[in-house]
């Protein structure tokens, strides 16, 4: 289809022949958004019909051209008349995308208006009134107003003006005045050797900044078209360097000078042109400046770029797929570049030994790189393939370009009987034992292909999107990231104690190659449709089978497959005093080693979801889960005997108590404590219980605090009555705390002793000391009937910001009879917001609900809450009951009730 500049300009010729910008008020600006709507229409239907992404931004850039020259003229006409045609005094320049001409459809557009030294008032009234058209007119416009002195002094110490001003151009006015400003910016900044190391400096700073503000991974589950990994901005950044270095403009420049080769340049601009495609539609479908491809956005993109459902696979997942491959391309080519040319400053990484050529059988070691001794594709056989990994892995080199490129060109060695040979099995098997250097190796056995060459089932799972907004990576991504959180542990030291616990752990695990193997396949059921747990067990065997691991290996890595939620669900939903709950999930590991690995596997797994994802609660919910099952472990382990039974907590915290109280005081409270408690609670911790029940006296309250290692502990005595937990958990959510647990526990007498695990809910900090006594006033008002809760939290929400922009989720409720003996089990999926649990608790107080338990977990702005519920006689929640109870939770927490009211 015809996009020609000329065209446009035919067009305009009639549509934008309106009076002077003077005349009827609004009628140059109604004319020129007249002319951009039809245009941009245009430019829609041809990029509807398969038209490549530059091609369109070309032709919005040219569209724009047409608009921006018709405003400063009509602008001239009506303020400036005299102004001379071939006048120096001014010049419309483009800048950025505008001046690439890789405009996309609602892009802002940037000029600089380049004036003389001496600009006249009626130049600025002419700018002036040029750029109130174009806002008129729609247009989002950036500006600046500057000398050429002003330009070139800003270019020598800013980043950003540089860039710009590399890859300006003319829109309109003085053609002589840009010469003068390329000459002066070639002469003092292009050509300035100080300047451009300088520029170099700041351009890797920004990069870095970059990847950490929108993604270092190119499989993001929502990239950003324009600035993550992969993203437009990659290729900039080479043309940038490529101009600063060798003067060179544009990838044609960089091919003709030998920079870059063919299959580079040709590579880089299918994958460029692919992402313009997207974002174009991205634009045109939200009739605004888009350019992060979320989730809920990405099924329309691939249905109005033709995408369809095929074998399973949903449309927006093989849009998204397409999009990570050319995105890799992209990334991997700007990375190539950029230390071939603009390499960071050296850091002796390895000894002075890897600075020198040492040959390694077909490769050799040359300036800390892995290089292929022969010429380009002379590796031959499979097995080479995997003997660079394993040099690389063992001695620390990177592999250089040139073999990353002989590799991948070779992955046609990796065929069916290699890949099912026991030698390739071995050598896969020992590049998952060398504990702590793994996760590089795989990482660039990925990007090079072989990976997925040697195991096809992980090739099924790249590239593929997570539907859901907790995971912040693809699969493939994820799964890598989990594996370098598990090379972490193995390295860490004494002075990191988050993660020190975790590798004394690592360092009993008899075998770490299981352990990462069953860590690689832990999700690779994702690649077929639902259920992935079991089919990722199915996989996991064929692939233990193909590798030749003996049977107790392989059924090792399938379970760790098979139980990789497990840990995570149990630690963080349910209640681990129950009755046999820890008891079975002993068997259910059966060994140490295997509890081992699954607990190492479960926080690599978190730590590979997201930044932020894994947290110190959710470590400590962990490690309480791991330390009950293992001391499990080890009774079922140790010898039987004769051996007096151990004294109960019970016995001795009356013990304990009796020093200081009457024995019939501390038995009395015993006798009316319910069994849960008792089993439950650790001794130390009964006796500052029932000194705080002792201390309450007629008070209608009493609490203490106690600090703990990532939370603080609030013990509130009172007496019980209808809502008393709404009320607490509404007063401390007014009062600015995040509830993370609470244990309920009410006598036969109806005096209860509640145990919350709290937070400050503004930085996750354990609560001021000097705040507390507010709080306990609160509560006592609260209990007494002399405080609106509901008023509290309601001026509490008033003051919290929702951040995501996503979609709002409904909630949703799962009433469970069968996970506990004693309970129903009620767990509720919804928005994360202050007052949650208050909401939850005065609901199921007002269906006679009472609540004995309860775990709040917080998962990128949704929440997790479960409750360990009863009925009114202390018995599960009858059947007929749960419908109309999940129907009362969903309407209170629906997100849209705000909206709606």
């Known amino acids: 289809m015809d996009l020609a500049f000329s065209n446009t300009l035919r067009r305009a010729d009639g549509a934008l022949d309106v009076p002077g910008a003077g005349a009827g008020a609004g009628e140059p600006a109604e004319a020129f958004k007249r002319f951009l709507k039809i245009e941009t229409e245009r430019l829609r239907t041809r990029h509807r019909f398969g038209l490549g992404g530059r091609e369109i931004a070309t032709g919005r850039s040219d569209l724009v051209d047409v608009v921006v020259g018709r405003a400063c003229q009509l602008a001239a006409s009506e303020l400036a008349p005299t102004l001379p045609g071939e006048q120096h005094q001014i010049t419309v320049v483009a800048l950025g995308g505008y001046g690439r001409r890789e405009l996309a459809p609602c892009s802002d557009v940037d000029l600089l208006f380049l004036h003389a030294d001496r600009a006249d008032e009626d130049i600025r009234a002419v700018v002036e009134q ?262 690389a892995q063992s001695e620390g080199p990177d592999l250089s370009e040139e073999l990353k490129l002989d590799i991948h060109e070779s992955l046609p060695l990796v065929d069916r009987a290699f890949r099912t040979s026991r030698e390739a099995g071995r050598a896969l098997v020992d590049l998952l034992g060398h504990k702590g250097r793994v996760g590089p190796t795989l990482r660039a056995m990925h990007e090079t292909g072989l990976l997925g060459r040697l195991l096809p089932e992980f090739a099924r799972v790249t590239f593929l999107v997570q539907h859901d907004f907790y995971h912040r990576y693809t699969v493939d991504e994820h799964t890598l990231t989990a594996i370098e959180a598990l090379d972490g542990v193995a390295g860490a030291s004494a002075g990191d104690p988050s993660r020190e616990r975790f590798r004394k752990v690592f360092a009993e695990v008899e075998h770490p190659a299981m352990l990462y193997l069953g860590l690689l396949l832990h ?273 509490w929400r008033r003051g919290w910001r929702r951040r995501s922009k996503r979609p709002l989720v409904r909630p949703a409720v799962r009433l469970d009879s069968t996970s506990s003996a004693l309970s129903s089990v009620i767990e509720v999926r919804a928005e994360d917001e202050p007052g949650l649990v208050f909401r939850i608790a005065s609901v199921l107080g007002a269906h006679g609900i009472n609540i004995s338990f309860a775990k709040i977990a917080t998962e990128k702005s949704h929440a997790l809450d479960v409750f360990y519920v009863t009925d009114a006689r202390g018995e599960k929640v009858d059947a007929e009951e749960m419908p109309r109870l999940e129907a009362a939770l969903a309407a209170a927490l629906d997100p849209r009730r705000e909206t709606q009211s």
């Not at 002003?150 to 003085?174: I, K, N, P, Q």
């Not at 939620?565 to 939903?573: A, I, K, N, P, V």
């Not at 499990?632 to 907590?649: K, M, T, V, Y």
């Not at 001795?652 to 020093?659: E, F, T, W």
Request: aromatic share 8%; glycine share 8%.
């Open 130 to 391: 040029a750029l109130a058209l174009l806002w008129d007119a729609g247009l989002t416009v950036g500006h600046s107003f500057r000398t050429v002195g002003e330009c070139v002094a800003m270019a020598r110490d800013d980043l950003h003006s540089r860039t710009a001003l590399s890859e300006a151009r003319v829109v309109t006015g003085s053609a002589t005045l840009f010469a003068r400003l390329i000459a002066q910016m070639d002469a003092l900044v292009f050509g300035s050797a100080r300047a451009t190391e300088s520029f170099l400096e700041s351009l890797r700073f920004d990069l870095g900044e970059r990847y950490e503000r929108f993604g270092r991974a190119v499989g993001l589950q929502e990239p950003h078209v324009k600035e993550s990994a992969g993203g437009l901005r990659d290729l900039h950044v080479v043309l940038w360097v490529g101009h600063a270095l060798f003067g060179a403009r544009g990838l044609a420049a960089l091919h003709d000078e030998g920079r870059i080769s063919d299959r580079e340049r040709r590579s880089a601009l299918r994958a460029y042109d692919q992402l313009h495609r997207v974002r174009n539609e991205a634009h045109f479908t939200t009739g605004r400046k888009t350019d992060l491809l979320s989730l809920d956005l990405q099924p329309t993109l691939a249905a109005n770029l033709g995408y369809r459902a095929r074998r399973g696979v949903l449309a927006s997942e093989i849009l998204m797929r397409d999009y990570y491959e050319r995105a890799s391309e992209l990334h991997r080519f700007a990375q190539g570049f950029l230390l071939r040319y603009a390499p960071a400053p050296a850091r002796r990484r390895f000894g002075l030994g890897l600075l020198r050529r040492r040959p390694r059988g077909a490769f050799e070691i040359r300036d800390g790189k892995l290089f292929a001794r022969g010429p380009a594709g002379s590796l031959g056989s499979a097995r080479r393939l995997l003997e660079a990994f394993a040099i």
């Open 523 to 795: 999700d690779i059921g994702k690649g077929h449709g639902g259920g992935h747990v079991r089919r990722g067990m199915r996989i996991a065997e064929r692939v233990c089978a193909r590798l030749g691991l003996d049977a107790e290996r392989s059924a090792d890595v399938v379970f760790l497959v098979e139980a990789h939620l497990e840990m995570s669900q149990l630690s963080q939903r349910r209640d681990l005093t129950e009755p046999g709950l820890i008891a079975a999930f002993a068997r259910r590991v059966s060994t140490v080693d295997r509890l081992n690995m699954l607990l190492l596997l479960t926080y690599a797994d978190h730590c590979g979801v997201g930044p932020g994802i894994w947290n110190d609660w959710k470590g400590a919910l962990l490690w309480d889960l791991y330390t009950r099952t293992r001391a499990r472990l080890s009774e079922d382990a140790g010898p039987a005997g004769d051996e007096e039974p151990p004294e109960s907590a019970r016995d001795a915290a009356s013990r304990l108590l009796q020093v200081e109280f009457p024995a019939s005081e501390v038995e009395r409270h015993f006798a009316l404590m319910p069994e849960k408690y008792l089993r439950a609670t650790a001794p130390a911790e009964m006796v500052r219980h029932f000194r705080l029940v002792q201390s309450r006296g007629e008070a209608p309250l009493a609490a203490a605090w106690r600090a703990g290692d990532h939370c603080i502990e609030l013990v509130v005595v009172t007496r019980d009555h209808p809502g008393l937990l709404a009320q607490m958990a509404g007063t401390l959510t007014a009062q600015g705390l995040d509830i993370l647990s609470v244990d309920l526990y009410t006598r036969e007498d109806g005096v209860v002793v509640d145990v919350f695990k709290v937070r400050d809910a503004r930085d996750h900090g354990v609560v001021a000391a000097a705040r507390r006594p507010a709080v306990e006033e609160t509560l006592r008002w609260a209990v007494e009937g002399r405080y609106d809760v509901a008023a509290g939290v309601e001026r």
